[in-house]
Every structure is written in structure tokens, then in C-alpha cells.
């Protein structure tokens, strides 16, 4: 496989992890956070009896960002084990020379505003990877799910803004041949990501959400690179 970089990735504000002799690398946990998501996603859209599962435990429990993210892991995996048997390397080298530090803003997709900023390193390329499983096919349903939900609600957001035509709209049509979709890294500052993304459409669910954490179920804040034009994290791996 190919892991390519479609727009930059973002590890941490801090760069990238580098190994003992200093060479700069994408851990597991990376890859394995972004199938988790997709896989997330997707078996609550497909399966009613987990979405009434979640449905209840999101109304009737207090809510705990660290609980409530466990407990939807743990309600998708326990029924469908599709990371059992997943090989990733523990660690992806990248290029250094394709590591840049930049500028990245963290923008309001609701307001259409910068609302604070940081540097750090970024990387756009390409690079090989072996990644192994018995539920590729799976997966790679999930991760278009995922990616294009997630795409086409970001674009919603902005219908008016010149990002939606410049970038989000040839996006949205660019997925849909990727091999398998993934949003990668750090993307976003919403504390539970896109894990929660179907509920947005359970009225009462997101009412209390709101009401209780404080917070949008969609990613609201997503980074973005004024100099490259584009949100990060739109990645593909490509089976060769």
C-alpha cells in the first residue's frame, strides 16, 4: 500500500515523534485512530440496534467526554471486530526533507473566522506502507462513509465562503475514487472528533450534548493552512 497525503497531515502542536537516531515517523496509533472513527461511524448508521444502544446511553446517562467516548468504542467493536487482525508497522517513516513548520489557523466553520493559530510541522507526500487485514473490504466501506460525511458536512458550513467551491467541492468528488478514505492526525480541537457525527441528526441527542458539554457534535473547528488553502488531514491509502 501507499499511505498518500492528499493535504497536509499534523501529528501535534509539538511535530512529529522522531526515533532515537532523530528520523521523523507516523506511530500506529495514527492509522489506527482514523480506521477506529470510520469503523465508529459507519456500524452506527448501519446497525439500528448499537444506534438505540448509544441513543439511550446518551440520554439517560451523565455525560463524560472520556466515559462516553469509551463506551461507543466498546458498543461498535464488541459487535464487530474489524480491527482484530489489523497489521500497521508501529512506525511509518516520512521524508524529513517533505516536513515543513507552518502557520495553521484553527477555523470556525460556523462563523467563517480564524479564531486562534499556532505553528508546527507538517507533511504532504507520499510514502509506502505495509498494512494488513482480513476485513480490508470493510474498512474501506467505513473509511468512505466516514470521509465523505464528514466532507459534505464541512462543505454545508461553508455553502457562501470560497473554500466551499475552491476546495471542498472537488474534495467531496475526489473521495469518492480514493481506495480507502481516511482522516488522518490532527484535524480538528473538538474533543470528540467525528465520533459522534450521526447523532447530529437525533434532536434530542444533540440538544443535550449541547446543553451538558458544552460542545458541537460536528467538528465546528477544524485546522486550515491559509498558505496551502486546504483543512488538514484528507489522506488515502492506496492498494497497490
Known sequence: MEFICWTPVIFSRSGFPRDEEG???????????SITSAIIF???????????????????EPLNIKNLGKKIKEAVLDKYPVLDQL????????????????????????????????????FKGTVPIEIKSPYIEKIKAAAHSYAEAL???EHSLLKGHPLSSYFYEPLIN????????LRTG???EVAF????????????????????LKTDIRPRYVLYLPKEKQTTGWTELKIK
Do not use: C, H, S
Open 23 to 33: 528520523k521523523p515517523f507516523l506511530p500506529k496509533n495514527l492509522f489506527i485512530e
Open 42 to 60: 459507519y456500524y452506527i448508521k448501519k446497525d439500528r440496534e448499537i444506534e438505540n444502544k448509544l441513543r439511550n446511553i446518551l440520554l439517560k
Open 87 to 122: 497489521y500497521i508497522p508501529e512506525k511509518t517513516y516520512i521524508p524529513q526533507k517533505y516536513i515543513k513548520t507552518e502557520y495553521v489557523e484553527i477555523f470556525d466553520l460556523k462563523k467563517w473566522i480564524d479564531i486562534k493559530g499556532f505553528k508546527t510541522e507538517i
Open 151 to 153: 466532507a459534505k458536512i
Open 174 to 181: 475526489e473521495i469518492k475514487k480514493w481506495d480507502i478514505p
Open 186 to 188: 490532527m484535524w480538528t
Open 193 to 212: 472528533r467525528g465520533d459522534l457525527l450521526f447523532f447530529w441528526r437525533i434532536k434530542e441527542v444533540r440538544e443535550k450534548i449541547m446543553k451538558e
